[in-house]
C-alpha cells in the first residue's frame, strides 16, 4: 500500500480499535505516518462516529445543549487567537461545524459565517436553528464560488480520505493571505509513548480515524501544497492530572473537552481562597492558595515541557495561501 502523503511503500499491522474492532494500520516510516485505507464519510453521515469515539469507550454521549455549551466553552479560545477586528466583514468557513457552536462565535465576533457539516441533523440545525448557511459536502460549499479570509478544521482531518489533495482544496478556497487552521490528534502522543500506558494505547485508535499524524507527517504534507507559508506547533491539551488519572485507573474519563480537560482549572476553584473559611477543618486561606499554586505551576511546566519537545497531543497547523 502506497503512502497517501508521499506515494512510498508502507507496512501493515493489525490491531483492535477502541471498543474492539479489528482494523489494519499502514505505517509509512518516510512520513512517520500511520493510516487506514477506507472511507468513514457513510459512517459520519449517519451519525456513528459518538458511538465509536465515546460509547464504545463507555464515555456517554452528551445530549445537544451540553454539547453545545461544551463547544462553545472550547470554540472560544479559536475565536479569540485567530479572528480580530480586521475579520470583521469577512467570510469564515468551518468544516465540520457539528451544531454550530463554533460559527455562532463567529458571527458575534461580527464575520460572516458558513459551515460544512455531513451529518445532515446537525447541519439542518445550523441552517434553521442558528440561521447560519451551511453545505452538507464540501463539493457544495466550493460551487458558491466564495472566497475566505479564515477556514477552520477541526479535529477533521483524521476522518478525511486522501488528506493531500483535500487540504489543496481548502487552501484554494481561501481569498489572498488568507488562512487555514487545522487542529488534529498527534501520533506522538505522551501518554502512549512516554507514560506507555496501554490502556490508552488501546483507547488511541478508532475505526473511524484513518489518518494519524506526526508533527514530521505534517510537515512532508505541508512540503507538497500550493501555499505561502506554514507554521506547525504541538500543544498539551490534556493536564498533569488527566495523565494521572490513565496511570491509576487504565480508564478514561469524561471532560467536555475534544482533546483536552478542566481538571485542573476545577481544581483551582475548589482552593480558591474565598472558599476556604479560616478555622474550619483547621485550613487556613494561605495554604489553599499556595497549594493551588503548586499545582497550576506543576501543570504549566508538565505541558510546557512536552509541547517544547514536540509531544503535545494536539498539532496545530495554520497555512497562509
Not at 463547544?71 to 468544516?95: C, H, K, M, T
Request: glycine share 8%.
Amino acid at each position: 500500500m502506497g503512502c497517501s502523503i508521499c506515494g512510498t511503500r508502507t507496512s501493515a499491522r493489525s490491531l483492535k480499535a477502541r471498543g474492539g474492532t479489528n482494523l489494519t494500520l499502514w505505517h509509512c516510516a518516510a512520513c512517520d505516518f500511520d493510516f487506514q485505507v477506507h472511507d468513514p464519510t457513510a459512517d459520519l453521515t449517519a451519525d456513528k462516529l459518538d458511538d465509536s469515539r465515546l460509547k464504545a469507550a463507555g464515555l456517554d454521549i452528551p445530549a445537544r445543549e451540553r454539547d453545545f455549551a461544551n463547544g462553545l466553552a472550547q470554540s472560544a479560545p479559536y475565536i479569540a487567537e485567530y479572528l480580530g477586528v480586521a475579520d470583521r466583514g469577512a467570510n469564515v468557513l468551518e468544516v465540520g461545524c457539528s451544531w454550530g457552536y463554533l460559527l455562532k462565535l463567529v458571527r458575534e465576533a461580527g464575520a460572516v459565517p458558513i459551515g460544512v457539516e455531513l451529518n445532515r441533523v446537525r447541519a439542518q440545525y445550523v441552517n434553521e436553528q442558528l440561521q447560519i448557511p451551511c453545505d452538507l459536502s464540501l463539493e457544495a460549499c466550493e460551487r458558491r464560488g466564495i472566497r475566505f479570509r479564515k477556514i477552520f478544521l477541526l479535529y477533521v482531518l483524521e476522518y478525511v480520505p486522501a488528506p493531500l489533495s483535500y487540504l489543496q482544496r481548502l487552501i484554494d478556497m481561501l481569498e489572498e493571505s488568507g488562512q487555514l487552521v487545522v487542529v488534529t490528534p498527534s501520533l506522538s502522543d505522551p501518554l502512549k509513548d512516554l507514560w506507555r500506558n496501554e490502556a490508552f494505547r488501546r483507547f488511541f485508535y478508532d475505526q473511524h480515524a484513518i489518518n494519524y499524524l506526526t508533527p514530521r507527517a505534517v510537515e512532508r504534507l505541508v512540503q507538497r501544497l500550493r501555499k505561502s507559508s506554514a507554521v506547525c506547533t504541538t500543544r498539551q491539551g490534556y493536564s498533569f492530572v488527566n495523565h494521572l488519572s490513565w496511570f491509576l485507573t487504565g480508564a478514561p474519563r469524561t471532560t467536555g473537552v475534544v482533546g483536552g480537560d478542566n481538571f485542573v482549572s476545577d481544581i483551582l476553584a475548589q482552593l480558591r481562597p474565598d472558599t476556604v473559611v479560616d478555622g474550619w477543618g483547621g485550613a487556613p486561606r494561605a495554604l489553599a492558595a499556595r497549594l493551588a499554586e503548586l499545582i497550576a505551576d506543576l501543570d504549566s511546566n508538565y505541558r510546557g515541557v512536552l509541547e517544547q519537545h514536540g509531544y503535545g497531543n494536539q498539532i496545530h497547523l495554520v497555512i497562509t495561501r
